[in-house]
């Protein structure tokens, strides 16, 4: 009789592991999912950022800036000297 | 256990034992005969399969400037089965949209299933439809491409179509690079709706989109656009171009192309998306003449000092009459270039070998492809090469001085380059990175030499030629002080094919040159197609062009000046 309570207890701790497992694996999904989702909001807040920083540092722009609100000119021939590298 | 309890026990048993067995019984119809049926209906309701395209890659400049990155939108989409008031749904989503009312009344009371109502809206215009929160009208995300430097190297970066497939430029031409595969994952979906993952399904490294980067350089990309947008607004020509190359390696640091389409206009006229530097084939004039020059003078066929009688302008051949745009006498081969005289070397084709010439040119890339994988190539009209029987006394001489045969501004580059190398031909490069996601680099492109198409010693004596052509010939407004250049004017008349000869109204303005001498790294080429201005002489509207673009790009690369006075006495 003892036997048979022993593989009762065994089939029910297997069970209970297995049922365990189950729940984890589920509740791990919702867990991938929200982290999935956060990942590809700053991924886009990230692509964002990138965008918004080519617009800023586009020569179009700051020849823009320089000459309209900074009143700068190109410098014409003979104004900048390069000098030999020593 | 008297009598009754042993009855109502019975009754207890049996009730409980038909309860068992007709549940067992409904319980095996369920399990065994009804399973499938069963299954698929369950799997409908929480397992889906969900598409997902990755962010498409970047193309970067040689300094890792992004030109062109994708981004996720919200697009707005219809589901009409489920709407409750397709009416009100209709003017409310048009009104928010800036849609046409009545062309979306008609969409909606459709019977179709889905269908969208704007793509890739702006962020503002998801806010509101999200706010309103209509049924049947919701938001779906895309990925759409973003332009952080605006029109800049429009032709050359191409578009993508609205599904984010390439349809021109390096969009098109590595589409699979910069797609990557679209990954396909099943997932469950719990009884509230929740999603569940059941599976992870990473993409390989191969599936990923890559990142690429460009052999062009941003800043003198910009310069570049700058400089030709100015003289060709100014000349409203129909068409310009300008590329720059290293010399050394082959690699494009500019490309420009005008007209650009704008925003609107691009959808409705495809042949603008034409890659203007390898479709466009046009007769080159006198920036040709440098290879047939380099071609005798290889051959010992003349010497740079050897005398041409120019005949005062005019020159009869073969019932011909060729033409000087200025009335010259006797020339040395040098000034035969300098001055860019077509009866001079209409001379020197008299005795050229054609069995050679041909070749040779071909040597050059002339009616060949130039080994850029961009769509719409034109590999250009060398007819003469290739078909022995359609050449005439005629086709040689005028060859000389760049009539009779079609090329492409890539070809024209390329060849220059090759002279100003020391006589390499290399393969003009546009890729110089192939990235992955991280940034690693997995693919890198080296510098290839195609062939030798002169020798060191020919090219240097071209090369001292073409530096005067630019001290005191055609080509002296390309001079700057204190840098040595070398390079060529031309100015070719179009063939006007309706009335069978050329026109004296249209013509082609360029100028092709290399610096800084003694050793030069960069080549630019500036064409200008039928400028509306008197002085549509390559010298005067694309040489300016070329000598502001050097001027700044000698301070971006912080060369210091060389030789200041030239060794060229200006020859009166």
Redesign the interface.
């Known amino acids: 009789m003892k036997k048979y309570l022993f593989y009762l207890f065994f089939l029910f701790l297997v069970l209970f592991f297995y049922l365990w497992q189950q729940v984890q694996v ?1 509740r791990l ?2 867990k ?2 929200l982290i ?1 989702k956060e990942i ?1 909001h700053y ?2 807040q990230n ?2 950022l ?2 918004k ?3 800023l ?4 722009y700051a ?1 823009q800036v320089a000459r309209d609100k900074l009143g700068m000119e190109t ?1 014409k ?2 104004e ?1 000297i ?4 020593p | 256990m008297n009598k009754f309890n042993k009855k109502r026990l019975l009754f207890c048993s049996l009730f409980s034992f038909f309860l068992s067995f007709a549940f067992t019984l409904r319980l095996v119809y369920l399990q065994l005969l009804k399973h499938k049926i069963l299954a698929e209906q369950a799997k409908k309701q929480f397992l889906y399969f969900e598409q997902k395209e990755p ?1 498409r890659g970047m193309i970067l400049d040689r300094n890792g ?2 030109f062109v ?4 939108v919200d697009s707005c989409a219809a589901w009409p089965v489920i709407m409750k008031d397709r009416q009100s749904t209709a003017e409310q989503t048009a009104h928010l949209l800036n849609l046409q009312e009545q062309e979306l009344k008609s969409k909606f009371f459709s019977s179709r299933l889905f269908l969208w109502v704007k793509r890739k809206l702006d962020s503002g215009e998801a806010e509101k439809i999200r706010n309103l929160n209509l049924s049947g009208v919701g938001l779906v995300k895309e990925s759409k491409r ?1 332009y ?3 029109d ?1 190297l429009w032709h050359l970066l191409g578009r993508v179509n609205i599904d984010n497939q390439g349809i021109s430029g390096i969009e098109l031409a590595y589409d699979d690079l910069l797609r990557g595969k679209v990954i396909r994952e099943s ?2 979906r ?1 009884g509230q709706g ?5 599976s ?1 399904n990473t993409p390989t490294e191969d599936e990923k989109p890559k990142n690429i980067v460009l052999t062009i350089d ?2 003198i990309q ?1 310069i570049a656009e ?1 400089e030709l947008t100015k003289v060709y607004e100014q000349v409203q020509a129909k068409k310009a171009i300008l590329l720059i190359q290293d010399v050394r390696t082959g690699e494009i640091l500019a490309w420009v192309c005008r007209p650009i389409p704008g925003e609107d206009k691009w959808k409705h006229t495809p042949e603008l998306l034409n890659n203007l530097v390898l479709s466009e084939v046009f007769e080159p004039g006198s920036t040709f003449k440098v290879f047939p020059a380099g071609f005798a003078l290889e051959e010992k066929l003349t010497s740079p000092q050897e005398k041409f009688f120019c005949e005062n302008g005019v020159f009869q051949i073969h019932g011909m009459k060729i033409r000087d745009h200025e009335k010259r006498g006797t020339l040395t081969f040098t000034e035969v270039l300098g001055y860019s005289s077509n009866i001079g070397m209409a001379k020197l084709g008299l005795r050229i070998d054609k069995e050679k010439i041909y070749p040779h040119l071909a040597n050059f890339g002339f009616g060949r492809m130039s080994g850029l994988s961009l769509s719409g190539e034109s590999p250009g009209i060398f007819l003469s090469e290739k078909y022995p029987q359609s050449r005439s006394a005629l086709s040689l001489p005028i060859l000389c001085f760049g009539q009779g045969i079609g090329v492409t501004a890539i070809q024209i580059l390329n060849a220059y380059s090759a002279v100003a190398n020391g006589g390499l031909l290399m393969e003009p490069q546009i890729l110089k990175e192939i990235r992955n996601e991280k940034g690693e680099i997995i693919w890198q492109a080296q510098p290839l030499v195609i062939r030798r198409v002169l020798s060191e010693k020919t090219t240097q004596v071209l090369t001292e030629i073409l530096e005067q052509a630019v001290e005191w010939g055609t080509g002296i407004k390309a001079k ?2 204190g840098y040595r250049i070398a390079g060529k004017t031309g100015t070719a008349q179009k063939f006007d094919f309706a009335k069978g000869e050329y026109s004296d109204t249209r013509h082609i303005s360029s100028f092709c040159g290399y610096f800084p001498l003694p050793n030069p790294r960069w080549a630019i080429l500036v064409i200008f197609d039928e400028p509306q201005t008197s002085n549509y002489w390559g010298g005067m509207l694309a040489a300016p062009v070329f000598a502001r673009i050097v ?1 700044e790009m ?2 971006y690369f ?4 060389g030789e200041i006075e030239t060794k060229y006495a200006k020859i009166k």
């Open positions: 589920i999904g919702y991938i999912e999935e590809e991924n886009n692509q964002y990138r965008i920083i080519g617009e540092t586009s020569l179009d020849e410098a021939n003979g900048v390069i000098l030999p590298k | 962010l400037t992004i990155l994708s981004k996720e973003f952080p430097e605006n800049l997932k469950e719990d929740r999603k569940i993952r059941k992870i941003k800043t910009h700058r700057i002080k001027e000698v301070r912080q060369i210091p000046p």
